[in-house]
């Protein structure tokens, strides 16, 4: 059984944050704004509980299921991410921290009655309209930033690591073939634990079907490291 999709406020793209996003400093996100101003229609949520789904997350898939996530009210902030998730002459570091989605416990945090349900179906139709919509981006972004050879800490290795693994995160919410090949393939040749839990995170959260095997591998490779 899917689970609904809740849709967006509507006005949200006449909301502050899409105008000033140009404008706003590098050190800032604009998902984090874009839920804080959802927390109004997660306060309704909490008083119409009618209107939130619970049960298993759903794959992001094309059709009836994401049709209410599709509202222009978001497209803004999707324009905006597109623009930053494809300049390549930006750092893969920032690029990173611009998906960067704000915890379900910060987003608790801001309301004046918490509501988990509201908070986890309004946090992940989110994620599934971004991994949607920018799929062709955030999959050149995967591709533009492998790390080839050695393990290296420094900045740019580690910058493009972070890019390259939350955009698989994305990818695989999508739960296309091609996004759980991507995954699966980075976990079983993964040179660093930067990149294997990546991957597995990855699988993990979107339900793949490889995901137990992934655990028990993980548990198998590295439970005598418990203590």
């Known amino acids: 059984k899917r689970l609904r999709r809740e849709p967006f406020e509507h006005g949200l793209a006449e909301a502050p944050t899409f105008r000033r996003l140009n404008a706003r400093p590098p050190a800032f996100s604009p998902l984090d704004d874009e839920l804080r ?58 690029r990173e921290q611009m998906l960067i989605l704000p915890a379900e416990s ?45 393990y290296s800490p420094d900045a740019v290795s580690a910058g493009k690591r972070a890019l390259k693994n939350i955009a698989l995160g994305y990818l695989a919410n999508t739960e296309t073939p ?17 990149d294997r839990m990546g991957a597995l995170t990855a699988l993990v959260n979107s ?10 591998d993980f548990y198998t490779r590295f439970r005598s490291e418990e203590h």
């Open 106 to 150: 910060y987003l608790a945090e801001r309301m004046d009655v918490a509501d988990p349900a509201a908070i986890h179906t309004a946090r992940r139709t989110l994620l599934c309209t971004l991994a949607e919509k920018l799929y062709a981006e955030l999959l050149r972004a995967y591709q533009d930033n492998e790390t080839d050879g050695p």
């Open 178 to 194: 091609e996004a759980l090949a991507l995954a699966e393939q980075q976990y079983a040749h993964a040179t660093n634990m930067t």
């Open 37 to 94: 101003l959802d927390g109004t229609s997660l306060e309704e949520r909490r008083t119409h509980p009618e209107h939130v789904g619970l049960g298993r997350a759903e794959p992001c898939v094309s059709g009836e299921s994401l049709a209410v996530a599709r509202r222009r009210s978001v497209e803004p902030l999707v324009e905006a991410l597109r623009a930053v998730v494809a300049d390549a002459s930006l750092d893969p570091a920032f």
């Open 207 to 216: 339900y793949a079907p490889g995901r137990e095997a992934a655990l028990t």
